[in-house]
Structures are given as C-alpha cells and as structure tokens.
C-alpha cells in the first residue's frame, strides 16, 4: 500500500535559517504529492503540490520537487520566519480518487 | 481554493451525550467528504469517506455506531459522536473533494472542531 515518510522533528532554527523537511514516498501508479501545514489548533492548509513527477511546487517562498527516481518530495525554504513556526505533513494522493496519505508530521518552531 | 467550514470550532460536553459536528463545502459540490481524527502531536487519522447519498466507509477500528456520519447533499455531511466519553475527546477535521474528471480530485480540509468531554 501506500505510505509516507517524513523526517522526525521537532525541528528548531533560527530567523533566516535554511529549512529542509525530508518526505520520502512509496506508492503504485502516479500519485500526487502535497505538503499542508498547521497551525495551533487550527485545520490543515495546503502549502503547496506536485502532480506528476519533476514538477516543483512552490508556495510564500517554500518548494519542492517531485523526484520520482529517489521517490522524494522534500520541503525547502531558504530563510525561514517565526511565522513559519507550525506543524509540516508531507502526503500522498491516490493516482486516482481523493483518498490522501499522511507522514506523520513534522514540527518546526523558529526561535527570533 | 474552495472554502470548507466547519462548525462548531469547539464544544465541551458531558460524558453519555451526543455531539453533532458539520461540515459544508461553500463554493463546490462535495462528492466526497472525509472525517479525521488528530490526538495532540500527532497525525490525521482517517475515520471515514463518505459520498453523497450513500453510507459512510468506515476505517478498521472505527465504531461505525459510535461515530455516525451523514452526507445528505453535495454541501454538508455531519459527524455525530454518540454516547461521548472522555477518550473521545480530540480534534476533528473534515475535509471534502468535488470531482474534477482528473486523475486525483484535490481535498480541501476545514478549520478543525475541538470536541472535550468532561
């Protein structure tokens, strides 16, 4: 079946720090690849996507790139902000259908 | 993006009540909804999948009786916990997918409800 992998946090930078997330995949097919972050005690928001492979997704200065060779969507940013401060899920969508699968998550704090 | 809400965004209640949760899809037709479960610091977990008009797909390990889900129309599908009990106290998400005719129909998931009981 499919899973998810995600490097375990929790993550701590500094402001202006270089932030990568690793998120490794493995499924059947062609499936879509996302990262959503959340906030405390809020609900998930879509970061970005990648629906087929070498395509980067990018989104308020994160990206990442689908590589199908490696079966990797890892999550980058080149200078994060206390803002950035939140919990990261890498996840999976089915070749076809809705059905997504998660990493486990993965939280980053930023420290001024 | 497409707009899911959910409401209410937290309810406190005492044990042996039910509580309903609803979730509306506000700009798009939901074929499909979809309710999580996350305990703190972790993961979702997907309860159920739902489609409009037929009964809810329950995940292994999820008490269909004690979690019932409606999805009467294309906009709102409602979670009611039944006979709550503190262990069921968490926060659940809905999320809900439209069909695009593409190969993957994109979730968009609401703000969250934090359900507590005493």
């Known amino acids: 079946g499919n899973s998810v992998t995600q490097m375990e946090g929790p993550v701590t930078l500094s402001e202006e720090a270089f932030l990568t997330i690793n998120c490794t995949y493995t499924?059947?097919?062609?499936?879509?690849l996302f990262w959503y972050v959340q906030y405390p005690g809020e609900g998930l928001q879509l970061l970005l996507k990648a629906t087929k492979a070498d395509d980067k997704g990018s989104n308020k200065g994160f990206e990442a790139t689908y590589r199908k060779e490696t079966t990797s969507f890892h999550l980058e940013k080149g200078s994060v902000q206390v803002s950035d401060s939140a919990v990261y899920f890498c996840?999976?969508?089915?070749?076809?259908?809705?059905?997504?699968?998660f990493g486990e998550g993965t939280q980053l704090t930023v420290n001024p | 993006g497409a707009v899911v809400s959910q409401h209410p965004s937290w309810v406190i209640c005492k044990s042996g009540t039910s509580v309903k949760i609803e979730c509306r899809s506000l700009d798009f037709q939901a074929t499909t909804m979809f309710w999580y479960r996350q305990f703190p610091k972790q993961s979702l977990m997907l309860m159920a999948t739902s489609n409009e008009g037929s009964k809810a797909t329950y995940e292994q390990g999820v008490e269909k009786d004690k979690f019932l889900i409606n999805h009467a129309s294309l906009t709102l599908s409602t979670l009611t916990v039944t006979s709550a009990h503190p262990e069921d106290s968490s926060f659940y998400i809905c999320?809900?997918?439209?069909?695009?005719?593409?190969?993957?129909?994109?979730?968009?998931f609401g703000p969250g409800t934090r359900l507590t009981v005493l």
């Open positions: 499924a059947t097919g062609y499936p879509s």
């Open positions: 999320s809900a997918s439209g069909s695009s005719g593409g190969t993957y129909n994109e979730q968009f």
């Open positions: 996840a999976l969508g089915e070749t076809s259908g809705s059905r997504l699968t």
